[in-house]
């Protein structure tokens, strides 16, 4: 697939909506994300899929340019994720976005990354997308100290309700 200049404005879009520190540089973070399709495989993650399609043409804006993407990267369904929580606790969907990082154990991966941390990525996020994380959330976006249910069955909605739920922010 050839990529075109809208490919990567949108790209580098994606990673504006992302509240990295200061003197960071997760470049390297962003394009394994951004490279990596996001698949769901339980019931009504297909909405955090839409979310994550809906950016496309909010970034388009009306423009008559094309993307060549196909399916849903990791990046935009974290950042489409991050938006839900702004909207349902409040804030920064920026900050949002950093938090689901750290919940990942991404943050200390900054640029440039060596073989072994690409891999460590790739495992996080193929266990986030195959639902291999732990039962209470941990390793996944929302971990829990009190987990209900176990977490990797139910639909990442229900996941941040949870998650929202116990921060006591509701």
């Given at each position: 697939m050839t990529l075109t200049r809208t490919d990567y404005e949108y790209y580098e879009w994606l990673v504006s909506q992302i509240n990295v520190p200061p003197n960071k540089s997760c470049y390297d973070l962003f394009e394994r994300m951004h490279n990596v399709e996001f698949v769901w495989t339980v019931?009504?993650?297909?909405?955090?899929?839409?979310?994550?399609?809906?950016?496309?043409?909010?970034?388009?804006?009306?423009?008559?340019?094309?993307?060549?993407?196909?399916?849903?990267?990791?990046?935009?369904?974290?950042?489409?994720?991050?938006?839900?929580?702004?909207?349902?606790?409040?804030?920064?969907?920026?900050?949002w976005a950093w938090r689901l990082i750290k919940n990942l154990k991404l943050n200390k991966m900054s640029d440039p990354l060596n073989e072994n941390q690409k891999d460590r990525v790739d495992e996080i996020l193929f266990s986030v997308i195959w639902r291999t994380y732990d039962p209470s959330g941990r390793g996944g976006f929302f971990p829990l100290k009190h987990a209900a249910e176990d977490q990797t069955r139910i639909e990442i909605w229900y996941q941040l309700n949870a998650y929202v739920n116990e921060m006591g922010i509701f």
């Open positions: 019931p009504n993650d297909d909405n955090r899929v839409q979310d994550g399609l809906d950016l496309r043409p909010e970034y388009l804006n009306g423009r008559k340019s094309q993307l060549s993407l196909t399916g849903v990267t990791f990046l935009e369904v974290l950042v489409g994720v991050s938006r839900r929580l702004a909207f349902i606790a409040g804030g920064d969907s920026r900050q």
